[in-house]
């Protein structure tokens, strides 16, 4: 059986164990029926030209996951950012770990994806956001949907602000063979509050791992909310990060995503500009060695006059490793006066190493800023002689320029802990030690 | 020190050097002058072994060591210092995280621990003062934006920190003004002693009265065609340099 039937028919197992009454199960059907008819993309979809989940078909994932599966903090500590006190989120196998999690109804909500799909004291909010800007359409946000049940669940109220960040955690431990994860996460920022969200998948054997996730996030006016992505991942885990981003006027979301691990990434990153005067970031880090491939898809839909929008990743990709940019704007006929940058810059360190970079652009309104730029290189010989000729080695020195190459977009990282450690990151990912404290 | 022995050199099949003879000895100081495309800054950056120029006949050897296999960090470990025309900028890393990591690159090349975070700091202060270096400056990203003068006033800082046995100084002067140029020179004196050596590179006079050489040499074409004491820069400013080519003919 390939793994598009086995969802199907684990999907009628899966409502045994849930509220069918619920209306969010009116919901999940629908999206259940849209995924029998498309079912996973192929490469022959535009979009998924460059990357292929066929070989991911073939694994025979468990769906449902044995829930004993008890970790220790001081085993996994190093994957939280422990520098700095957070509110956590934790899962294990898919399962909520109450153990390691640390969450709060104090003035906001940081909890539970299924406490608010089950609870009556949420549905008034879960009928106005649930699944109202992740896509109905698109086969992999619509499978999530069918099996959506848990994840993070973060309320913040008008004027709030949580004490600090949150982290949303998912471990595997290796007690399936081969594990597929489905987490759901719904994120409302009510007016002028805000929220800081860092989100790690980290599995923690080299048994098989897919996970195909749904971010929902609502930004209301004047909120301010930032997403970091560290992507770090075992080269056997594969992740389909489906991102969904409501924003309205005056407000600011940033998402930065950090790509160094995994075998497969996939980032759907989609924004949705309903408003005046605000902005978009997206940022991000790939560096890539061995087999991997990222594919990072963004989309800025500027639906309103006077927004902005700023996407800039960089790539460095070794070994065999292949990366994907696609950057789609769309600027409405009515979004006069928008200003969109996009900036995607690529070093190739191996000849074997892979880019495909694409920018994407429909604007149909006149009176606009757009630009955008793709760059795929290799280092710059002049800068790399002039750091050898100071002492420093070879391999140092192009260690030192593909970290000031990718430096720039850790800058809007406004974390400072949450920097150092993507700074090491950064400079592990590359091999060296570099001789000053990152 | 420095011997350099019949060294051609050439870039994309071009031969540029066509058989340069100098030799420098430690406490000298020598000046290469001469007109545009004459070879100047291919014999620097010869010496620190930019690997575009290949060296097909000829030495260029230190303290009796061939230079030939030897890569430019090396080089920069054995005490060769070059000061860039032009600096190249390096965007994300800043003048002291630089500094830092090519300090220390050296002391461990030469077996040393890495120098303790006080001591450099002190050192670069101290050096940033002697060159007249604002604090600001050095949290700035390396060369990006600098003025042509920030950049070469830099160049020297730089050389200053890592005090090195032989330094090269190509074209340090152009895009200074008066006020920089004694600064640059002051800092070229410090390093001055009788244990290395500085050779400046320029295509004027008016560096040498601040670094004074004990001997002028004048590149024609690829060649060395006219040494002198530092009095033969006062001729070549007096007289231009096409007497020299004309006499080189001959």
């Known amino acids: 059986m390939d793994l598009k039937d086995k969802l199907i028919s684990s999907f009628m197992a899966f409502e045994d164990n849930i509220d069918v009454e619920h209306p969010v199960h009116d919901v999940r059907l629908a999206a259940i029926k849209n995924f029998e008819d498309k079912g996973f993309p192929s490469k022959k979809e535009e979009a998924w030209k460059y990357t292929s989940l066929n070989s991911l078909q073939k694994v025979d994932f468990s769906i449902f996951p044995k829930e004993d599966n008890a970790i220790e903090y001081k085993d996994v500590k190093k994957y939280f950012v422990h520098e700095i006190d957070t509110y956590k989120i934790v899962f294990i196998d898919g399962v909520y770990s109450s153990h390691l999690s640390e969450t709060t109804h104090d003035g906001v909500d940081i909890c539970l994806m299924s406490s608010a799909l089950t609870k009556p004291m949420y549905k008034q909010i879960i009928d106005v956001y649930f699944n109202k800007v992740a896509s109905k359409m698109e086969s992999l946000t619509t499978l999530n949907t069918a099996f959506s049940r848990e994840g993070a669940y973060i309320y913040i109220p008008k004027n709030k602000m949580p004490k600090k960040p949150v982290e949303i955690v998912h471990f595997a431990t290796g007690n399936e063979a081969s594990l597929m994860l489905q987490p759901r996460n719904l994120i409302i920022v009510e007016e002028n509050a805000e929220v800081q969200i860092i989100e790690r998948h980290q599995n923690l054997t080299s048994n098989d791992v897919l996970t195909n996730s749904v971010t929902e996030i609502f930004a209301a006016e004047s909120t301010i909310v930032d997403y970091y992505k560290i992507q770090n991942d075992a080269g056997t885990a594969s992740l389909v990060d489906n991102t969904y981003i409501d924003q309205k006027s005056k407000s600011h979301v940033s998402v930065h995503t950090f790509s160094f691990g995994g075998k497969l990434t996939r980032n759907n990153l989609n924004f949705y500009q309903n408003g005046e005067y605000m902005d978009s970031t997206m940022k991000g880090v790939t560096i890539l060695g061995d087999k991997q491939h990222v594919d990072h898809h963004t989309l800025v839909h500027h639906l309103e006059p006077n927004c902005e929008s700023h996407q800039d990743y960089k790539g460095i990709y070794g070994d065999s490793s292949t990366g994907v940019f696609n950057g789609k704007i769309i600027v409405d006929k009515i979004a006069q006066k928008t200003n969109a940058f996009q900036k995607n810059n690529n070093i190739l360190i191996s000849d074997k190493a892979t880019i495909n970079t694409k920018p994407q652009l429909e604007i149909f309104a006149d009176d606009v800023k757009c630009s955008h730029g793709c760059t795929i290189g290799q280092l710059d010989e002049d800068a790399l002689f002039y750091l050898q000729s100071r002492g420093i080695p070879k391999k140092e020195a192009r260690a030192l320029l593909m970290y000031a190459f990718a430096n720039n977009v850790l800058e809007s990282v406004r974390i400072p802990e949450l920097k150092a450690r993507i700074n090491k990151l950064i400079a592990k990912k590359l091999g060296v030690n570099l001789g000053f404290d990152l | ?250």
């Open chain 2, 1 to 250: 020190m420095l011997k350099i022995d019949n060294l051609h050199a050439q870039v994309d099949d071009k031969e540029i050097l066509k058989g340069i003879n100098l030799e420098v000895k430690a406490g000298e100081v020598h000046a290469i002058m001469g007109p545009n495309g004459s070879g100047k800054s291919t014999l620097a950056a010869v010496i620190a072994g930019k690997e575009e120029f290949e060296v097909t006949k000829g030495t260029v050897s230190l303290d009796g060591e061939d230079l030939e296999e030897i890569s430019p960090e090396e080089r920069a470990h054995k005490g060769i210092f070059m000061s860039f025309q032009y600096p190249v900028e390096i965007p994300g890393v800043s003048v002291t995280n630089f500094m830092k990591t090519a300090i220390n690159a050296n002391r461990k090349a030469r077996g040393q621990e890495d120098m303790p975070a006080n001591e450099m700091l002190k050192l670069i202060r101290d050096k940033a003062e002697l060159l007249e270096i604002d604090r600001k400056f050095l949290s700035r990203s390396l060369n990006e934006g600098f003025s042509g003068g920030e950049k070469k006033r830099n160049e020297i800082f730089q050389m200053a920190m890592l005090e090195p046995k032989l330094a090269i100084l190509d074209e340090t002067d152009s895009g200074l003004d008066i006020d920089a140029l004694r600064i640059v020179a002051n800092g070229v004196n410090k390093l001055k002693g009788k244990d290395n050596a500085v050779v400046v590179i320029t295509h004027y006079q008016r560096l040498l009265d601040y670094i004074v050489p004990d001997f002028v040499h004048v590149i024609h074409n690829g060649k060395i065609v006219k040494s002198g004491g530092k009095e033969l820069a006062h001729e070549l400013e007096e007289k231009g340099y096409d007497w020299l080519k004309n006499e080189a003919v001959v």
